[in-house]
């Protein structure tokens, strides 16, 4: 009997108790589960039936589109080939890419997420002698894959405003073997504009030329600002540059494991060495081809997210709680009070926020930005927990 899109539906929600939806393909709660020391199938088990608010991950809270969906779907009766088995798999996804960034093939990289095209940028770039530049807090994995292989690690503070020390960024920079740029900043949401990076790249280049640069923007769909602009032309045009993105934030699919990177096509090769052989599913591969191509989906998210995350803002500042200027899908706010105790009030309450970033834990916690719904209830939550007798907006609306 032939596997139709009725059928597979139906098996899928044998299996989970549950619809197929784009929650379920954004993988919600994952990052707070291991943070938790939970597995992550306790954790969406969990998630099933229960009325928590997962707002620790940064995920897309609606996940992928419909048209999205529809392709995954459609690819589930390939699921028993090797992608190497199928006919145009990765090399369509990167002729996609190619078309959308306006490059040549041989400019990208694929990843299961960016996060593997980060591990291997650090694997390829760097060694004893060839230390890792890198802003701290940042995102993670550059610095821990480069502890794990003996890399040594110059991590620089961030500025007064809780960004990239571009000063001090440059001045690491100099003799490493990559230099890592995250725009905007993960945790703390903050951007820097186009000037700045470029200057930035023309500074690492002229002081230390053999030095990669790696410019993260997984959060590049979120941001407003309208000093802000992509590297991607930086990363096309300047040798020892690229940017690394992720169909896990805006795209909603986190749980589709997919990322990329585009740059100078000797630094690409190298990275090539270090892949993880067809490490994209096959309906991860179709789903980003199909998601590339639905541009409409990610402007109803960005401004989705921006008119949550402005409602969020405001419900903190009347808490007489500060925000960073977010450019992303989430806050960095300064609780004056530790993100330990906090986070377990809220979690108590039903509601999961983000984990310790040393060095601002004592200070300072990550949320994410929900949906309309979760954060409403969500800062109903916060203000018990912090002791805030304002008013909700919800309330306002209704006046």
Known sequence: MSLTRRRLFQRLAAVNAAPVSGEWVSARGREAAVAEGRTARGQMAASAGTNVIRIASNENPLGPGQRVLDVIVGKFPEAGRYPFNAQQQEPELVKAIAGKQGVKVENITLGAGSGEILTNAVRAFTST??????????????????????????????????????????????????????????????????????????????????????????YHDYVTDPAYQSAMELAKSTPKVFVARTFSKAYGMAGMRVGYGVGDPAVIKELNRYRMPYSISLPAIAASVAALHDQAHIDAERQRNTDVKAFTVRAFEQMGVKATDSQANFLFLNLQRPAAAFRDACRAAGVMVGRDFPPYEKTHCRVSIGTMDEMERAVAVFKKVLGSNTTTAAGRRGQ
């Open 129 to 218: 002698s060839k230390p890792l530049a890198t802003p701290w807090p940042t995102f993670e994995a550059p610095r821990d894959t480069a502890q794990k292989v003996g890399t040594p690690v110059r991590a620089i503070a961030l500025d007064g405003q809780l960004r990239v020390d571009i000063d001090k960024l440059v001045e690491a920079a100099t003799g490493a073997g990559l230099v890592f740029f995250c725009n905007p900043n993960n945790p703390t949401a903050t951007v820097h504009g186009a000037p700045a990076v470029a200057d930035f790249v023309k500074r690492v280049r002229a002081a230390s030329p053999d030095t990669v640069i790696l410019i993260d923007e997984a």
